[in-house]
C-alpha cells in the first residue's frame, strides 16, 4: 500500500517548507523522512536549528496531493511570504510524469 501525505516542516524561528510525500507506511510512521530540499537545503544540515515536521492532509490520490501541495505552497506564499521557504509552487514534472517516472527510472536502472 502507498500513503500520499502532504507535510510541512517548521524551523523554530517560524519559517515552515511544505512538501509532499509517497510513502510505504503511514504518514505519522514516516518520522525519518523530513523532506528534501534544494534551495534551502544548508537548513536542513544546520544542527543548531530545530525542525518539526507536521502532517497537514493525508490524500487519497497521488493526483489529489500534487494538486493540493501546489495550492498549499500558494496560500503560503499569500498569507506568509517572508516566512515560506518553498520556490516552486508547481510539480517539477507534469503528473503522467511523476506517475510513471518511478517506473521508468526503475527499468533504466537508475534507482535501486
Given at each position: 500500500?502507498?500513503?500520499?501525505?502532504?507535510?510541512?516542516?517548521k524551523f523554530c524561528d517560524?519559517?515552515?517548507?511544505?512538501?509532499?510525500?509517497?510513502?510505504?507506511?503511514?504518514?505519522?510512521?514516516?518520522?525519518?523522512?523530513?523532506?528534501?530540499?534544494?534551495?534551502?537545503?544548508?537548513?536542513?544540515?544546520?544542527?543548531s536549528l530545530t525542525k518539526?515536521?507536521?502532517?497537514?492532509?493525508?490524500?487519497?490520490?497521488?493526483?489529489?496531493?500534487i494538486d493540493l501541495e501546489?495550492?498549499?505552497?500558494?496560500?503560503?506564499?499569500?498569507?506568509?511570504?517572508?516566512?515560506?521557504?518553498?520556490?516552486?509552487?508547481?510539480?517539477?514534472?507534469?503528473?503522467?510524469?511523476?506517475?510513471?517516472?518511478?517506473?521508468?527510472?526503475?527499468?533504466?536502472?537508475?534507482?535501486?
Amino acid at each position: 500500500m502507498r500513503y500520499y501525505y502532504i507535510y510541512m516542516i517548521k524551523f523554530c524561528d517560524g519559517r515552515f517548507y511544505i512538501g509532499k510525500r509517497t510513502s510505504k507506511v503511514e504518514p505519522h510512521k514516516d518520522t525519518k523522512y523530513m523532506g528534501s530540499p534544494v534551495t534551502f537545503k544548508y537548513l536542513w544540515e544546520d544542527t543548531s536549528l530545530t525542525k518539526t515536521k507536521h502532517i497537514l492532509k493525508i490524500c487519497e490520490t497521488e493526483n489529489e496531493m500534487i494538486d493540493l501541495e501546489v495550492k498549499m505552497i500558494k496560500t503560503g506564499w499569500e498569507k506568509f511570504p517572508d516566512l515560506i521557504l518553498n520556490r516552486n509552487a508547481s510539480p517539477a514534472f507534469h503528473k503522467e510524469a511523476c506517475s510513471t517516472g518511478g517506473k521508468i527510472t526503475k527499468e533504466l536502472g537508475k534507482v535501486s
